[in-house]
C-alpha cells in the first residue's frame, strides 16, 4: 500500500478471478470457459486479417457488431450498447444508472463483481438473501430503491429466474433501472431482451466470453432501450472511447453469423451438463438445477475446501468460494465429455464417496 493511493483505493477489494493456470495438461473446469473453439466464420477473420490496419484505431461506435447484434433480437442500432467485456459495460452501468440517493438492491450470494462496483463508486446497497433452495425471489424486491440487479442464471448457483418473473418485477418498479445481467441466458435460461421494447428503465447485459467462446475477446453488450443507451454512450466517451479492437468486432460479427454453429455447441454443452448432474448425484452430490454451463454441487460427507485440493492433485482444476452460505460448494465447468469423465472418475476415486 502507498501513501499515493486514494483513499476510497486503501479499502478497496479487487474481484479475484479464477485461477489460469502456468502448468500444462491441467483439465480446467474453473472459470466457465467453452471447451469448444469459436465458430469457423472466427478463425477465418483471424487467418485472414490484415496487421497493416492495425496502425489505425478501430469504429469507436461499433456500428457492424451494433446493427449485427440489433438484427439479431429485432432491435435498433440505437439499442445496443457495445463494451470491452460485459465486466466493463456492467461498470460502466453502475457509473451511469446505479449512482443514486436510494440504496441498490441485490442477490446476497451473486457475482462478486457487483460488491466491488458498490465500494468503488460509493454505492449504498441492500442485499437480499437467496431462499433456502439458493433462489432469487424478485417478489422479495421491494420498496424504494435506486436500481436493481441480479444474475439470470444467477452466479454461481446457476439457477434462473423466468421471463415472467421478471416482467412483473418491471410492472410493479416502474422508478429505477433494472439490470438483467445474462452472461449465461444460451445455456437454457429465458432472456430479457424480449422486454426491452416495452420496458424504458430494463437493460440486459450478455457477453460473448461463454456460448461463443471469444473469452480473450473480450466482447461486452448490452439492450436497453435508446435514451438508457446514450447514458452508457456519454459515461464511455467520458472513459475509454475506443473500448473494442478490430479484430475484436469482426470476430464478434462472425460469431453471431453461424447461428447453427452457435446452437450446436450450446446443446451439446447443455447435454454434457446433464450427463455431469446424473454422475454427480449417483456419487452422492446434491447438485442444483442449472442454466448455465456450470454446475453447483457440495457433498454432505466432503467439503467443499478438500474436495477442490484434492481434484487439483489429480490435475482438475474446480471454483470454490469461501463465502459463508456456499463455502461447501463447489462450481465446476462444464467441459468436454472426456473432460466430464475424467473429473467424475477421479471422484470415484476418492476414500470417502
Known sequence: MSKFWSPAIQSLVPYT??????????????????????????QQVIATFDAERLRLYPDPDCQA?????????????????????????????FMAFLRQSQPLLLPQTSYS????????????????????????????YQGRNGGIIFANPNAPTGISVPLSEIRRLLERNTESVVIVDEAYVDFGAESATA????FPNLLVTQTFS?????????????????ELIDGLERVKNSFNSYPLDMLAQLSAVAALEDQTYFSQCCQQIMAT???????????GFDVLPSHTNFVFAS????????????????????????????????????????HMQALIDCLRNHPAL
Open 113 to 140: 463483481f457487483y460488491n466491488v462496483y458498490i465500494d468503488l463508486f460509493g454505492i449504498e446497497a441492500r442485499h437480499i438473501p437467496l431462499h433456502a433452495d439458493f433462489s432469487i425471489n424478485l417478489d422479495d
Open 195 to 198: 422486454l426491452v421494447s416495452e
Open 17 to 42: 478471478p479464477g485461477e489460469q493456470p502456468k502448468i500444462d495438461g491441467l483439465i480446467k473446469l474453473n472459470t466457465n470457459e467453452n471447451p469448444y473453439p469459436p465458430a469457423p466464420g472466427v
Open 65 to 93: 457488431l451494433k446493427q449485427a447484434l440489433a438484427t439479431d433480437q429485432g432491435l435498433l442500432p440505437e439499442q445496443v450498447f457495445v463494451g470491452n467485456g460485459s465486466d466493463e459495460v456492467l461498470a460502466l452501468a
Open 299 to 338: 457433498h454432505p460427507k466432503v467439503t467443499g475446501a478438500e474436495l477442490m485440493q484434492y481434484l487439483r492433485d489429480n490435475r482438475i482444476l474446480v471454483r470454490h468460494f469461501t463465502k459463508p452460505g456456499i463455502d461447501n460448494h463447489l462450481r465446476i465447468t462444464i467441459g468436454t465429455e472426456t
Open 273 to 283: 451438463r446433464d450427463w455431469t448432474t446424473t454422475q454427480l448425484t449417483a456419487l
Open 210 to 226: 461463454k456460448s461463443r467462446s471469444l473469452a480473450g475477446m473480450r466482447v461486452g453488450f448490452a439492450y436497453g432501450q435508446a
